[in-house]
T-cell receptor, first 116, second 111 residues
Framework: NAGVMQNPRHLVRRRGQEARLRCSPM?????VYWYRQLPEEGLKFMVY????????ESGMPKERFSAEFPKEGPSILRIQQVVRGDSAAYFC??????????????FGPGTRLTVT | TQLLEQSPQFLSIQEGENLTVYCNSS?????LQWYRQEPGEGPVLLVT?????EVKKLKRLTFQFGDARKDSSLHITAAQPGDTGLYLC???????????FGGGTRLMVKP
């Protein structure tokens, strides 16, 4: 089975541009999570999505950030009007359907966003 | 906000030594996962512990979940240079919930 796929691996944007980060979950997984790792900081939860639904977006900044997981295609994390403080590694994780006693999240290789 | 405190933050040891990494919280977790992350890559899942008091072994790595499911430890026996990396603990309050990560332990094993 292919693992979680993310692209691009590296993305450079100028201040004010838009960044679009893509994530394809592991085969058979229908739940996607996005995390952000700022330089010298730990991983922080951003958003949890199922197909066509946002389940928990408590970690998302209120402005400029949005996420979707359409019926077909990858999950997209979009950052509008990027600022230097958005420079970070963005990781996507996927899991099987909850409802089991526990679940496990598998991470992709990440997208390293640099805002110049 | 649930916090996971990991200690130590940094650890530099000689090949062959043993070490223990701790992950502590005041919150109860339904499951706790340990990951290892290499530079420029995503975290790789090592183990999941679910039951209070549970112990799992993965070759030279031993993972323990506290009885009250608030803390966990990772013990490495006879460390090798290949064990070098960032070790992360992460807890989930309920199945399907987000993971709360500890700050990580950066381990260096010198030959």
């Amino acid at each position: 089975n292919a693992g979680v796929m993310q692209n691009p691996r590296h993305l450079v944007r100028r201040r004010g541009q838009e960044a679009r980060l893509r994530c394809s979950p592991m085969k058979g997984h229908s739940h996607v999570y996005w995390y952000r790792q700022l330089p010298e900081e730990g991983l922080k939860f951003m958003v949890y999505l199922q197909k066509e639904n946002i389940i928990d977006e408590s970690g998302m900044p209120k402005e400029r950030f949005s996420a979707e997981f359409p019926k077909e295609g990858p999950s997209i994390l979009r950052i509008q009007q990027v600022v230097r403080g958005d420079s970070a590694a963005y990781f996507c994780a996927s899991s099987q359907k909850p409802g089991q006693a526990y679940y496990e999240q598998y991470f992709g290789p990440g997208t390293r966003l640099t805002v110049t | 906000t649930q916090l996971l405190e990991q200690s130590p933050q940094f650890l530099s040891i000689q090949e062959g030594e043993n070490l223990t990494v701790y992950c502590n919280s005041s919150s109860v977790f339904s499951s706790l996962q340990w990951y290892r992350q290499e530079p420029g890559e995503g975290p790789v899942l090592l183990v999941t512990v679910v039951t209070g008091g549970e112990v799992k072994k993965l070759k030279r790595l031993t993972f323990q979940f506290g009885d009250a499911r608030k803390d966990s430890s990772l013990h490495i026996t006879a460390a090798q240079p290949g064990d070098t990396g960032l070790y992360l603990c992460a807890g989930a309050q309920n199945a399907g919930n987000m993971l709360t990560f500890g700050g990580g332990t950066r381990l260096m094993v010198k030959p």
